[in-house]
């Protein structure tokens, strides 16, 4: 079903409000940053994405060139997550969640993985490691397989 034209500026400023929540965070997270995310997320979606967090499954690539992506460890599977996307939507990720509940019927503003991935980056919680230009082959051919 194809989505009006309102409801695409409706996510449009949804998404809008959510990346203002998450950029608003404190270096630590406390009740009041549950709350916040509580009010643009669901409750589901934020305990997935803080039980990633906590896990240490978000690793951060930083390219030779310098493009920062991450890998999220998921539950079902391993996703290769890229934020700041010159698009609408300014993430992606590969998994059946994000295909089916962002870009398909747009109900959601982002999956568990691109919370996950934007909270670790905010909050400095991310594995780092830098990666060869051989090893993001390797990393894209185990993804796109």
């Known amino acids: ?65 310098g493009r920062v992506d991450f890998e999220v460890l998921g539950s079902t599977g391993t996703y290769f997550v890229q934020l700041d996307l010159p698009s609408r939507i300014p993430f992606y990720c590969p998994c059946p969640a994000f295909s089916k509940a962002v870009l398909l019927s747009q109900t959601h503003t982002m999956c568990k993985h691109v919370l996950a991935t934007l909270l670790a980056r905010k909050l400095n919680m991310c594995m780092e490691r830098p990666l060869t230009a051989d090893e993001l082959i390797e990393i894209f051919t185990k993804q796109y397989q």
């Open 1 to 65: 079903m194809a989505s009006t034209g309102s409801q695409v500026g409706s996510n449009n400023e949804l998404l809008a409000v959510a990346l203002a929540v998450i950029e608003s965070l404190e270096d630590e997270l406390c009740d009041d940053s549950f709350a916040k995310l509580g009010a643009v997320f669901p409750q589901k979606m934020v305990i997935a994405a803080l039980d990633l967090l906590d896990r240490g499954n978000i690793i951060k690539y930083t390219m030779p060139w």
